[in-house]
């Protein structure tokens, strides 16, 4: 028989959300009849679902994403890449400029649905005024980059100016220092080997690339996390060319 | 906006995969999704994260579809009947297909947030930001959809009573 109290609980259990409290709750719970059956059928189907591999999308969606959105196949030309869309949207849109009125002044929090989501449609490096708080120029033989480091509200946004004449593979590390990757803005253009984690983004250029990594603070960040330095690797065919931190500015 | 399509393809495609139960309508609605964000792109603020914000979009139009299609349709991952895969994977595959199946039978704002925990790794905050619902409800919302699902799992033979 179950009881609803321990489901509650079990299903807080697989998300790591319960406190002392619950956990001694839910031990004792899981003390009574049924209790050994329902934390196994939770966990069965915690990994049952787990487990479920993630499908592959049909080959031909990317192109037919870049066809409908009138974007050029294959390389990708940044900001440029999104006028033609966003000249098209607009012009089906009855009057642009009233669109953009409308749309400023809607700044419905929370709830709703995308449509309604954002806030001003101004981009926000207009509304906000982006102070770079730490700058460091790295080069070495064949490259040079310019990377910054400034807050915004979500918690720091480290912008990469990067120029290499040889296959530039960059390491940000953000381990121990209490923030998270958040997403990419700005990128203008492509991006060899990306791979993003948590707590850590690598990526391969050649030539000039602008783009900006969005990091988030974790709510349970210490003030020794907080004091950590972001790490760089720049590297090129497996050579370590510089590396170097960037220390968090003080809150 | 390659990176965006790069990044998020795959993740945005499973969630309508999973909300919908069907490859074609998945494909549809992960087109949309990328169209939209593109077309309102300068509407996000980079204040917020991206993912919630490309993920609610995903999540909002797979209900749309829903509402315009009525059809649920369990997810179309039959091999080829010239390729038989080896028992081990067919057994997972039927499993998958029956878990696909229990999914669809949960309504949709519980089956959003089953698909946000488990096909897009969010955690409560992340998926209330992506609904637009305070973490309390998601938490309460797992919970039903768990407890949902476990009896329909059972019903369906794929856990024990």
Known sequence: MSNERREQLLSAALDDDLDDEERRELDALLEESGGREDRQAYAAMHDLLKDVEAAAPPAALQAAIRRQARLPAGRAQGWQWLFPGLRYAVAASAGALATLAVLNADSVPGAGRVDQLGGSMAPADVRQAHVPVVSRRFAAEGFESLVSLRPNAAGLALSLDLESRRPLDVAVRLDGTGLLVDGLAGVDGELGNLSIRPDSLNLSVRGGRRLEVLLRRRESASQAEAAAPIRLDFSSEGELLEQGALQQPVR | ?161
């Open chain 2, 1 to 161: 906006m390659e990176l965006l399509l790069t990044h998020y393809e795959k993740p945005v495609y499973n969630a309508a995969l999973r909300m919908l139960g069907n490859p074609e309508d998945a494909a549809d609605v992960t087109q949309t999704v990328f169209l939209k964000a593109f077309e309102n792109i300068l509407r996000y603020d980079p204040a917020r994260r991206f993912f919630s914000w490309i993920y609610r979009i995903a999540i909002n139009e797979s209900i749309d579809q829903l509402k315009r299609r009525r059809h649920d349709v369990p997810l179309d991952t039959e091999p080829p009947a010239d390729t038989p895969l080896p028992a081990e994977s067919l057994q997972e595959q039927q499993v998958g297909d029956e878990i696909q199946a229990v999914l669809l039978e949960l309504e949709p704002d519980l089956r959003a947030v089953i698909v946000l925990r488990y096909f897009t790794e969010c955690d409560y905050r992340d998926i209330g930001a992506t609904l637009g619902i305070p973490e309390s409800t998601v938490k309460s919302r797992l919970f039903s959809a768990r407890r949902d699902m476990r009896r329909r799992l059972q019903r369906h033979g794929i856990l024990s009573p």
